[in-house]
């Protein structure tokens, strides 16, 4: 079964830490490009972190450029998002995708169609 789940999402408080992962089954993410994406209410989603195929370039938004972190691990077939400093801003839902062969500044744009693969998501709730 082809799928990817998300992990790591909860409360935090403002200036705190979280690591996302995500776990890719039945496919390996070696020639995909990964990225993370954060939906808040009534908001559209938008591209947080990317992360390329082949030559793992990556790529911050500017609201998140300096506190997250995306890296990968090939050999467990993983994506990890740490994200440090956190403010109530960051508070969505946090999804991966994964898309064959992507460059990580345009997978983050999220071209209309892209996405082989979506997980469904964790909540990151930034709040004293």
């Known amino acids: 079964q082809v799928q990817l789940v998300e992990s790591g999402g909860g409360l935090v408080q403002p200036g705190g830490s979280l690591r996302l992962s995500c776990a890719a089954s039945?496919?390996?993410?070696?020639?995909?490009?990964i990225g993370w994406f954060r939906q808040a209410p009534g908001k559209e989603r938008e591209g947080v972190s990317c992360?390329?195929?082949?030559?793992?370039?990556?790529y911050y938004s500017d609201s998140v450029k300096g506190r997250f972190t995306i890296s990968r691990d090939n050999a467990k077939n993983t994506v990890y998002l740490q994200m440090n400093s956190l403010q109530p801003e960051d508070t969505a839902v946090y999804y991966c995708?994964?898309?064959?062969?992507?460059?990580?500044?345009?997978?983050?744009?999220?071209?209309?169609?892209?996405?082989?693969?979506w997980g469904k998501g964790t909540l990151v709730t930034v709040s004293s």
């Open positions: 992360i390329s195929s082949g030559d793992d370039s990556t």
């Open positions: 995708a994964a898309h064959f062969l992507a460059t990580a500044q345009a997978f983050c744009s999220l071209p209309r169609g892209w996405g082989d693969y």
């Open positions: 039945g496919f390996t993410l070696d020639y995909y490009g």
